[in-house]
């Protein structure tokens, strides 16, 4: 989400210029919030923790669920363990069935969380070395952990890692958007979405950014 290569455009205007359709979800979003994306960064989703781990919980957290649910588990989890999120080796000596309760987790984000603090302590998932490796290995490493999928490595590249060339085609938001937007008989296969946004490379992520926030712009008009 900078500005192009060897250009003083914004990567916006690349998007518009690929992708007519998508020019005029961009030119409604940014009439809506009042600032391009790639410049306010501002994508409508509330605050992540700032450390790998803890963006984690709060992504295994929010699986399925709507965001405003999701903020209160995760807040209920840091109430717990002291104002933080849980360090692997405290997450591990909890009562998983205790922890579950107490917080209205489900019996399978508990056993994610417990499988998550078991590839940080034994070392199979490293997570300092995550924003080196390029976008595929990061996946690779987080879908190894039970429970997390490819969605939420992909939210984990885009909103925390801050890739630019992600597209989470599996997201029902996007998938949603496109079939409203590029007005579809029906709602897209992910693999349509990922089709249609090869010619949004090298800004895929601004693109699908725009598309999560059209959904909440056209909400806000109805």
């Given amino acids: 989400m900078v500005r192009l290569e060897n250009d003083h455009d914004l990567p916006e205007d690349f998007l ?6 998508l020019a005029g979800v961009i030119d409604d979003v940014v009439g809506s919030v009042g600032t391009p994306l790639s ?3 501002d994508t409508g989703v509330p605050d992540l923790p700032s450390e790998h781990y803890g963006v984690l919980v709060r992504a295994i957290v929010g699986q399925n669920i709507s965001n405003i649910a999701a903020q209160a588990i995760y807040g209920r989890i840091v109430e717990r363990y002291g104002g933080h999120a849980p ?4 997450l591990l000596a909890d009562e998983p069935d205790g922890l579950r309760t107490a917080v209205g987790l489900s019996h399978a984000k508990t056993a994610s969380l417990r499988s998550l603090a078991e590839h940080v302590i034994s070392g199979e998932l490293e997570l300092e070395r995550l924003p080196e490796l390029p976008d595929d290995e990061v ?5 190894a952990i039970k429970g997390i999928g490819r969605w939420t490595a992909e939210i984990f590249l885009i909103f925390h890692l801050l890739r630019p060339d992600v597209l989470a085609v599996g997201d029902l938001e996007i998938r949603r958007t496109v079939e409203t937007a590029y007005k579809l008989p ?3 296969k992910p693999a349509e979405v990922e089709k249609l946004g090869q010619a949004w490379r090298p800004q895929r992520t601004l693109a ?3 598309l999560w926030r059209w959904r909440a712009v056209q909400r806000a008009k109805a």
Avoid at 139 to 143: D, E, F, G, I, K
């Fill in 87 to 90: 360090a692997p080796e405290e």
């Fill in 186 to 188: 029906e709602l897209p």
């Fill in 16 to 21: 518009r210029g690929v992708d007519p359709v």
């Fill in 208 to 210: 699908g950014l725009y």
């Fill in 39 to 41: 410049e306010s960064r």
């Fill in 139 to 143: 996946v690779a490493q987080l879908t």
